[in-house]
């Protein structure tokens, strides 16, 4: 791997999760074989430092290293030749994962608010108890869960609650 060696401070979560989801994307583009993805996987799991990753992505393309590996002042030349292109733009940055995670609460609140108006709402002014609470069960089934998981995801990540309308 070019560049210098990543600190050895202790891997989180979030950086895991990210040199995993950098193996899938190896792995969907057909750079691994399902066994090679199994094993790479499974060593991500149980790295503890930056350290122990390095040996997983050395023979992967250097769009692929999670951010955290990718040397910030790595430059490589760009494909159509128009100059130098930097790692830390082209590789996964945190603003393109908070975008997915804001993406994810905002389908989630989505689909829950249509819910219920196109549910809900009729329910409701129906006073009928068992629609109402048949409609409660659903909800909290279908809509709960996904929010709960988006706003868990943004406090690890360490949003606070000003981030939830997304500014």
Not at 122 to 151: D, E, K, Q, R, Y
Request: aromatic fraction near 8%; charged fraction near 25%.
């Amino acid at each position: 791997m070019t560049g210098p060696d990543p600190a050895p401070y202790r891997l989180s979560d979030g950086e895991r999760d990210e040199a995993l989801e950098s193996l899938r994307t190896a792995f969907q583009e057909g750079r691994l074989t399902v066994d090679e993805h199994e094993e790479r996987s499974a060593a991500a799991l149980r790295a503890v430092t930056g350290k122990d990753l390095v040996p997983l992505f050395e023979d992967l393309p250097p769009n692929l290293h999670p951010g955290f590996l990718s040397a910030s002042a790595a430059v490589v030349p760009a494909a159509n030749g128009e100059g130098p292109v930097d790692l830390a733009e082209t590789g996964r940055s945190v603003a393109k994962k908070k975008k997915k995670d804001d993406d994810n609460l905002s389908s989630v609140m989505g689909w829950g608010g249509f819910l219920l108006f196109v549910w809900g709402v009729p329910t409701f002014i129906s006073g009928n108890v068992t629609a109402i609470s048949v409609f409660l069960g659903f909800f909290c089934l279908l809509v709960v869960p996904g929010l709960i998981t988006s706003l868990a995801r943004r406090r690890r990540r360490g949003g606070g609650p000003g981030e939830i309308t997304g500014g």
